[in-house]
C-alpha cells in the first residue's frame, strides 16, 4: 500500500519507556519479545560463584550492550564494575541478547550462572571515533554495495551510486537515511534521479533493516548516532566533493534528516527533509490523543514485519549471492520491540521518550541550510509539521514550500525546482542548471500524478557567477505558500500546479491577525463580539460514514484524477455552523483552534472539528480537520490563542461525566483562500470520513450524546489565522477553483446539518 516515500509514523516507543529527553539519552528499556530486562535482586547473582571466561561476544554501544553467539535460553546480567546488577534477559533463539538504557561510560560486565565476561564500557554520545575511522572504511566501496562501520562495530548497508566514474571525481554526494530499503541495490530510482541532477548517491539503511546489523527500534538514540558516523565515513572518502554531503528524502528518510542533523555532525552541510512530521504522538500516532489505526498503526505494523530477519525480502538473494555479512547482521532481529504493542500499551505523552521522538523539541540544535516542503492534507504524516517552523532557530537559512495537497505533493515539480536549485547551490556549490529538472518532471509527473505537463522550469541565475547566484537565492523571502494547489489556470484539473505563490519572511506569517467567529443559534457562525444563544447536540457515531474519504479501488489518492468519497453528515450525527457570505476575500494561512463548551452523557468522547468553505454555487471545499479526546483537554504550558497544544498525559486527563467542560480543539495548520461570496463552515462530529488514510481507534459507540453550548455564558468559538490583503506579496487568483481541482480537498454538494449549519 505504502511505496518506498510513503512516510512515517510512529510509534510506541511513543510512550514507553524512560528515558532522557535529550538526543544524547537512551530512548528504550525494552530488549524485545525474546527477553524481559529488569532489575534483579541483588542476591540473585552470589559475588562468591566461581565462573569460567565468557563463551559469547560482547559488543558495547552507546547506551547499549549486544551479547552475541550465546547459548539460547541462557539468562544473563549486565552488572556494573561494583557488581550492582543493572538489568537481566534470557538470550534468544539466535544467540543473541540486547540490553538498551545503560549509563553512558560504564564500565559493565555480563554474567550468566557459569560464565563471567571481561569488563567492556558502554558508550557515550560523545565518544566520537576518530578522523580516521572514517576515512578507513574497507567496507564502502566507490561504486555499488558495501557497507558502512559506525563506532560499535555495527555495520549497516549502503549503495553507493556515483554519477560517473569514481577517478572523475569529486563529485557532491548526498545520503538518504531511513528503515525503508535505500540500500537495495536492485533499486535504483531515486538514485537515478539524483545522478541525473549531478550527485553521487548513497542509500543506507538503518540499523536492524536491510543488510545492516543490529536492532530496529524507531528513532531509538543508536539510530541518530548511527547517522552522525554515516554522515561522517561518506564525506570522509575521496570521491566525495569538498569531503561534505547533504541529505535528501522524503517522509521516513526526510524525517530521519532531523534527527540526524540535530546531533550536528561537523561534516553536513544541507538537508532537504520533506514531508515530515513534528511530534510523533501528537502529529500522526494520537492526534487530539486519539489513536490513528488507519496509516500510523499500519505503518508500523509494516516497520515490524519489515526489520524481522529477512523482512524486507531483498536481504535474502544477497545472502543467497554470497553475502555473509549480511546474513551475520540479522542475527540481533528477535531484539526488536514490538512496537504496535507498545502503541496499545500507551496511549499517553510520556516525557522523557515523547520528546526524544518529538522532532519541535530539538530541531533548534541543527545548525545547517534547511530546505523543508510540506502539505497540509498529508494522508499519511499530516499537516501538523508546520508548528515547528519556527523552532529552527539554529539556522540562518531556513527556506519552506507549504502548499494544500498530499503526502508527495512536497515533491511535486513546482517545489522541485526551487528544491534542486538549492541542492546546487549548497551541495554542489555551482550555479543552478534545471535542465535535468526539466526532463526529470514528465516522468516524476507521469508515474506519481498521472499528468506529464507542467509550468516550464525557468533557469532564474543564468549568467551570474556562483556567489552572485547564491547571495541572490539567499536574499529571497524564505517561505512559499501556493495558493489553489491543483487548480492553476490551463493545466488537467488536479496538476500539482499552483494559481499563484504568496511569498513571507517567516512562519507563522509575521502579519497574521487571529480572527473569532462565535457558534449561535441555528447554526450560524457570527463575528466575534455579537451576542450567541442556545446550544446544540447530536449523536456521536463513528459509524455514520466511511472511515476514510477516498475511492481505493479507482486512481491512486496521489493521481490527478482521484475519486473521492466524502459525504454529508446522516441526520442527528454532528453540527454544522456557516457564516454569512464574506464581503471580502478571507485568507487564512496557519494554526487554528475550536474552543467550545461541551458536554456529554458519557465519561468521555471523541471530537472532529472540520473547517469547509461553501461556495455560492451551493457546492463545499474540504479545508482542514482537528481532533480531540475530551478527556485529554489539558493544555500544555506552551498553548497560545491559535495552537491549544494539549499535554496528552496521563496525570492530566480528566473525564467529563455529565459535566459542562470547555475544551479547546487543535485545527491543524493550513492555508486557504475563502473568496467573498463563500462561506465558512465549522462541522462537528464523531472521528471519520475527512482523511484520506487516517482511521481512528475512537471510543464512541454511537449512543453517546454531545452538547455543544454558545449561549453568553459558554461562548463557543473558532478562532483562525487571517493575513491581511497588504500583508500578501501578491493578490489572490480572482476566480474560485473548480470543484474537485484543488489537490487533498475534496468537493461535494453542500447539505445543511441537523441543526441548521
Known amino acids: 500500500m505504502?511505496?518506498?516515500?510513503?512516510?512515517?509514523?510512529?510509534?510506541?516507543?511513543?510512550?514507553?519507556?524512560?528515558?532522557?529527553?535529550?538526543?544524547?539519552?537512551?530512548?528504550?528499556?525494552?530488549?524485545?519479545?525474546?527477553?524481559?530486562?529488569?532489575?534483579?535482586?541483588?542476591?540473585?547473582?552470589p559475588t562468591t560463584v566461581e565462573r569460567s571466561p565468557a563463551s559469547w561476544t560482547l559488543r558495547p554501544g552507546v547506551e547499549q550492550l549486544a551479547i552475541l553467539d550465546a547459548e539460547p535460553g541462557t539468562e544473563l546480567t549486565v552488572s556494573t564494575a561494583d557488581d550492582e546488577p543493572l538489568a537481566t534477559g534470557v538470550v534468544d533463539d539466535q544467540g543473541s541478547l540486547l540490553f538498551r538504557s545503560l549509563p553512558a561510560g560504564a564500565d559493565v560486565s555480563v554474567t550468566s550462572e557459569t560464565e563471567v565476561s571481561t569488563d567492556v564500557t558502554v558508550l557515550a554520545v560523545d565518544d566520537v571515533p576518530s578522523a580516521d575511522f572514517y576515512a578507513e572504511q574497507s567496507k564502502l566501496p566507490a561504486g555499488g554495495f558495501g557497507y558502512v562501520t559506525v563506532r560499535d562495530g555495527t555495520t549497516l548497508s549502503a549503495n553507493v551510486v556515483l554519477p560517473g566514474p569514481a577517478d572523475e571525481g569529486p563529485y557532491p554526494t548526498v545520503v538518504e537515511y531511513s528503515g525503508y530499503a535505500p540500500s537495495n541495490p536492485s533499486d535504483t530510482t531515486f538514485a537515478e534521479l539524483y545522478n541525473a541532477l549531478g550527485f553521487a548517491y548513497v542509500g543506507v539503511n538503518m540499523r536492524g533493516t536491510g543488510c545492516s546489523g543490529g536492532s530496529f527500534r524507531f528513532f531509538e538514540l543508536a539510530q541518530s548516532i548511527d547517522g552522525f558516523d554515516v554522515i561522517e565515513a561518506i564525506a570522509?572518502?575521496?570521491w566525495v566533493l569538498d569531503n561534505e554531503v547533504g541529505m535528501v528524502g522524503?517522509?521516513?528518510?526526510?524525517?530521519s534528516q532531523l534527527f540526524v542533523a540535530a546531533t550536528q555532525p561537523p561534516s553536513l552541510n544541507s538537508i532537504t527533509p520533506l514531508s515530515v512530521l513534528a511530534d510523533s504522538y501528537r502529529s500522526t500516532l494520537y492526534p487530539g490523543g486519539i489513536?490513528?489505526?488507519?496509516?500510523?498503526?499500519?505503518?508500523?505494523?509494516?516497520?515490524?514485519?519489515?526489520?524481522?530477519?529477512?523482512?524486507?525480502?531483498?536481504e535474502q538473494s544477497m545472502v543467497d549471492d554470497g553475502d555473509d555479512e549480511c546474513e551475520q547482521n540479522q542475527s540481533l532481529r528477535l531484539q526488536n520491540p514490538d512496537l504496535v504493542a507498545e502503541i496499545d500499551e500507551n496511549p499517553f505523552y510520556a516525557n522523557p521518550l515523547g520528546d526524544s521522538l518529538a522532532p519541535i523539541t530539538f530541531v533548534d540544535r541543527i545548525e545547517v541550510p534547511v530546505f523543508l516542503a510540506g502539505a497540509w492534507q498529508d494522508e499519511q504524516t499530516g499537516g501538523q509539521f508546520a508548528t515547528m517552523l519556527d523552532r529552527f532557530t539554529g539556522t540562518d537559512h531556513l527556506y519552506l514550500t507549504l502548499t494544500n495537497g498530499l503526502h508527495t505533493d512536497s515533491l511535486s515539480p513546482p517545489v522541485f525546482a526551487r528544491y534542486?536549485?538549492?541542492?546546487?547551490?549548497?551541495?554542489?556549490?555551482?550555479?543552478?542548471?534545471?535542465?535535468?529538472?526539466?526532463?526529470?518532471?514528465?516522468?516524476?509527473?507521469?508515474?506519481?500524478?498521472g499528468v506529464e505537463t507542467f509550468r516550464p522550469m525557468e533557469d532564474r541565475f543564468a549568467g551570474q557567477s556562483y556567489d552572485e547566484a547564491l547571495a541572490a537565492f539567499e536574499s529571497e523571502p524564505s517561505v512559499r505558500v501556493f495558493v489553489d494547489h491543483g487548480a492553476a489556470e490551463g493545466f488537467t484539473p488536479g496538476t500539482p500546479e499552483p494559481a499563484a505563490v504568496l511569498e513571507f519572511s517567516s512562519?507563522?506569517?509575521?502579519?497574521?491577525?487571529?480572527?473569532?467567529?462565535?457558534?449561535?443559534?441555528?447554526?450560524?457562525l457570527v463575528d466575534d463580539g455579537a451576542t450567541p444563544a442556545g446550544e446544540s447536540a447530536y449523536t456521536g457515531d463513528p459509524d455514520a460514514l466511511p472511515a476514510t474519504f477516498y475511492d481505493e479501488d479507482g486512481p491512486g489518492v496521489w493521481d490527478a484524477a482521484v475519486q473521492w468519497d466524502w459525504r454529508a453528515m446522516p441526520e442527528g450525527s454532528g453540527l454544522g455552523f456557516v457564516t454569512a457570505p464574506l464581503d471580502?476575500?478571507?485568507?487564512?494561512?496557519?494554526?487554528?483552534?475550536?474552543?467550545?463548551?461541551?458536554?456529554?452523557d458519557a465519561d468521555d468522547a471523541d471530537l472532529e472539528v472540520t473547517i469547509t468553505e461553501v461556495r455560492p454555487d451551493g457546492t463545499e471545499v474540504y479545508v482542514q480537520s482537528g481532533w480531540l479526546r475530551l478527556s485529554q483537554r489539558a493544555l500544555a504550558d506552551d498553548a497560545t490563542e491559535l495552537w491549544p497544544r494539549h499535554t496528552n498525559a496521563e496525570a492530566d486527563a480528566a473525564p467529563v461525566a455529565g459535566e459542562v467542560v470547555a475544551a479547546r480543539v487543535e485545527i491543524h495548520p493550513f492555508?486557504?483562500?475563502?473568496?467573498?461570496?463563500?462561506?465558512?463552515?465549522?462541522?462537528?462530529?464523531?472521528?471519520?470520513?475527512?482523511?484520506?488514510?487516517?482511521?481512528?481507534?475512537?471510543?464512541?459507540?454511537?449512543?453517546?450524546?454531545?452538547?455543544?453550548?454558545?449561549?453568553?455564558?459558554?461562548p463557543s468559538s473558532i478562532v483562525l489565522s487571517t493575513i491581511p490583503a497588504a500583508a500578501r506579496s501578491t493578490p489572490l487568483p480572482p476566480a474560485p477553483p473548480a470543484c474537485g481541482s484543488l489537490r487533498g480537498q475534496p468537493c461535494r454538494d453542500y447539505v445543511p446539518a441537523s441543526n441548521g449549519g
Open 236 to 238: 570522509a572518502q575521496p
Open 671 to 714: 492555508a486557504h483562500a475563502f473568496r467573498a461570496g463563500s462561506r465558512l463552515r465549522l462541522t462537528i462530529d464523531a472521528p471519520g470520513n475527512n482523511r484520506a488514510e487516517w482511521e481512528f481507534r475512537t471510543i464512541e459507540d454511537g449512543d453517546t450524546e454531545v452538547t455543544v453550548l454558545h449561549d453568553a455564558e459558554h
Open 507 to 524: 512562519w507563522p506569517i509575521p502579519e497574521a491577525e487571529a480572527t473569532r467567529w462565535l457558534l449561535d443559534d441555528g447554526g450560524a
Open 250 to 255: 522524503i517522509s521516513y528518510p526526510g524525517i
Open 291 to 314: 489513536l490513528n489505526t488507519g496509516f500510523a498503526v499500519e505503518w508500523t505494523q509494516e516497520r515490524v514485519d519489515q526489520s524481522k530477519p529477512y523482512g524486507q525480502g531483498w
Open 2 to 45: 505504502r511505496p518506498r516515500s510513503a512516510a512515517l509514523l510512529v510509534l510506541a516507543a511513543l510512550t514507553a519507556a524512560s528515558c532522557s529527553d535529550d538526543l544524547g539519552a537512551s530512548t528504550a528499556t525494552s530488549t524485545g519479545p525474546s527477553s524481559t530486562v529488569q532489575a534483579p535482586e541483588p542476591t540473585t547473582v
Open 420 to 449: 534542486a536549485e538549492f541542492l546546487q547551490l549548497y551541495v554542489g556549490k555551482t550555479v543552478p542548471d534545471l535542465a535535468p529538472a526539466r526532463a526529470i518532471a514528465p516522468v516524476l509527473g507521469g508515474g506519481i500524478y
Open 584 to 600: 471580502d476575500d478571507v485568507y487564512v494561512a496557519g494554526s487554528g483552534s475550536a474552543d467550545l463548551w461541551v458536554t456529554t
